[in-house]
């Protein structure tokens, strides 16, 4: 398929593909077994200026968008999405800044993530706040010129890694879905702590921890937009990101097609490769056909996204729950298609298999975003009726 | 200090062909890479460039298309890139191509350091570094390793060889050329790839470079290839056999007889 990229889309595609095939491949069961944050690779993304991809130009970027970082994301996925979310995160650490910064956060923090010497994160999540993210009881509490923050986030993607860290975290209790605000809190900052990394069913080489808020005292002018803006910047932050979830997705998915393509052809079972049983080529052609339906879905929502469209959260919301279940699907059969071979670890699909489980749970799990689009749904619907 | 790195275009060797009738190799339809060995080359010389400041050429003789070449080094970090191109340098062997480099070297004019890849990939013959010092008159130190120091005036290097290194120092200018242990070459940037796409690459024909018409092309190239082969190792081992005093005394008259 065509998808009509620019010169410059192509050429970050292709190196994105060579770094996937020439770096990230052969290394990618080891990093899955040691569960090893993978610094060496994020050095080689920096140096391949993919992390000023969806920066804009006047603070050290390279001035794309949700597209360009989608691209990334889902050729680094189809060899490691372990490394692919490690760098994605980066982005969904910084579009709040890049959303809802001040001029200055922005010139103070963006150019370094661009350059990717310094990792971002984003901290929404706690043990009682997954998909209620109204639940959250970490708070931030003005004394003078400094916010005082404390509690404790829960499976923070890049924790411990990242230097910098955008947190919701409740500023004022009695106003409800109003009364949260996001921060800006680097590493280093007295009363900042990590907790243990998690021990995880796939996308190992990625980073989980606890981020733990002890009297972290923060400058005030580290809160991004106003005082209540905290669950806006996070959904409107999610509406740019989820976009790149789908790619993860439709990476893993590709790759695992990739891998399941390969194996027919060269596995002889009753005396012929396995590729000319019709019961292998139907499963084969399904999976091709529903990763490009998700690959055709997600670059749209990405460009629409990108295009500064309003109300873009049914769109996103799409994008990545078709192209998440589609990951799992695929994943699965190509496991199936490998058959025992497939369930070994010499073997890339179980990896991938237990990779795809995340794109339906995590950024809102898969309940959550068809709860979004069919409200949108129905008050659109109000809306025309009027 | 100004580095000039020879890079050569080659038909991608994990898809080479071999024309069984003339022995050479086939180059129609089979996708074109940097020589694999200059890409070592490059990343030392933007290595010595990062650390030492400077400037980094990159230099190549071959068709229009191996502009490109030259636009994958500028990728990487090199600064400029010249492409030596014309009906009359077509058909070089290696004498006549280390005398094309060298007379544009010349012109480029205050190099300190010309760092080409151990061989290439196609004609694998290594002759073009040493030929170059041999045309410019200055040092050559063929499979260097590493680079242990440099100033503006000499280089020390470690030099491969078949039974271990040898540490060696020149006097600059010179030729090195460099063996794959010395480093781990680059990808391109993305910054680095829009620059090279928008990057003027300097085309000089014989004129320019002031060649002499009877050393340059097919007329400066008295090679002919007979046959290409592997030269077979002639070591022969022996076992000595009995009791240990047997064979020792066995060995030393062996020794002895040396
Ligand atoms: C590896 C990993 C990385 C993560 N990274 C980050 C990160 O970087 N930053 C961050 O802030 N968070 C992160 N998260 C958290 C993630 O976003 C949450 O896990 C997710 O939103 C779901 O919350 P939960 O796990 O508490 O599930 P719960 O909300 O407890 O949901 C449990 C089940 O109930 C269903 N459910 C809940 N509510 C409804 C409803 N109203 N209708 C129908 N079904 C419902 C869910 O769909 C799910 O099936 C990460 C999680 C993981 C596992």
Redesign the pocket.
Known sequence: MDYFLTEEQQMIKELAARIADEKIKPVAAELDEKEEFPWELMEVLAESDLFAVWVPEEYGGLGGGVFEQALVVEELSRACSGVA?SYA?SG??SFPILMFGSEAQKQQYMPDIANGKRLA?????????????SGITTTATLDGDEYVLNGT???????GEADIYTV?AVTDKTKGARGASAFIVEKGTPGLSFGKK?K?L??RA?S?TEVIFENCRIPKENRLGREGMGFII?MKTFDKTRPGIGAQAVGIAQGALDEAVQYARQRVQFDQPISSFQGIQFMLADMATQVEAARALVYSVARLVDSGARDVSKAAAMAKLFASDVCMKVTVDAVQILGGYGYMREYPVEKMMRDAK?TQ????????Q??IIALELIKEAARKSK | MHIVVCIKQVPDPSQARIDRETGMVIREGVDKITNPFDLYALEEALRLKEAQGGKVTALSMGPPAAAEVLRDAIAMGVDHGVLLSARGFAGADTLATSYTLAQAIRRLADVHLIICGKQAADGDTAQVGPGLAANLDIPHITQVRKIAQITKESLQVERLTDTGYEAIEVNLPAVITVVKEINEPRLPGLRGMMRAKKAEIQVWGPEEIDADETRIGLKGSPTQVWRTFEPEIHRKGEMLTGTPSEQAAALWERLRAL
């Open positions: 979310v995160a969904l650490g994160a984003f901290a929404l999540t706690e043990a009682g706040a997954g998909s209620d993210v986030k829960q499976w923070i993607t890049n924790g919701i998690e995880k796939g996308i990625s989980t996070a995340i749970i995590y950024e809102g799990t898969n309940q959550i068809r709860s």
